[in-house]
Nanobody, 130 residues
Framework: EVQLVESGGGLVQAGGSLRLSCAGS????????IGWFRQAPGKEREGISC????????YYGDSVKGRFTISSDNAKNTVFLEMNNLAPEDTAVYYC???????????????????????WGKGILVTVSS
C-alpha cells in the first residue's frame, strides 16, 4: 500500500522555524514528484513547494518563496520542508503528496493545479503564534 506520512508539525512562535518530514513507501520514489501543500479552514488548498525527480529540481509558491526550502533524502524516500521566518498566516494543515511524472521538465506544482496528485498523506497541523 502506498503511504505518505508527515511528521514535524506543532506550535511555533512567529519568526521561528520548523522542519516537516514526509516519508514515502509503496511506490517508486524516483519516478514521482513530491510536493507540500497546505489548507486553512475555509480556504482553498495551496501548493507551496514541490521537488521533481531525479535531478531534484525544486519549485515554490509565491507565498513561501525565500522562506521555505524543500529537500530530500532519496535513500530514505523522505522529503523535507524547512520553514523559516514563520508568520501566523502560515498556520494550516500541511500535506505531502506524490504524483507519477514522465516529463522531468515540468513544474510539479503546475501538475497539481492542472491534474492533481496521485497519493496524499493525512496532514499535520502547523500553528504559528504571534
Amino acid at each position: 500500500e502506498v503511504q505518505l506520512v508527515e511528521s514535524g508539525g506543532g506550535l511555533v512562535q512567529a519568526g521561528g522555524s520548523l522542519r516537516l518530514s514526509c516519508a514515502g513507501s509503496g511506490f517508486k520514489f524516483n519516478d514521482h514528484a513530491i510536493g507540500w501543500f497546505r489548507q486553512a479552514p475555509g480556504k482553498e488548498r495551496e501548493g507551496i513547494s514541490c521537488l521533481s525527480p531525479p535531478d531534484g529540481s525544486t519549485y515554490y509558491g509565491d507565498s513561501v518563496k525565500g522562506r521555505f526550502t524543500i529537500s530530500s533524502d532519496n535513500a530514505k524516500n523522505t522529503v523535507f520542508l524547512e520553514m523559516n521566518n514563520l508568520a501566523p498566516e502560515d498556520t494550516a494543515v500541511y500535506y505531502c503528496a506524490a504524483v507519477f511524472v514522465r516529463d522531468y521538465g515540468l513544474d510539479c506544482l503546475r501538475i497539481y493545479y492542472d491534474y492533481g496528485m496521485d497519493y496524499w498523506g493525512k496532514g499535520i497541523l502547523v500553528t504559528v503564534s504571534s
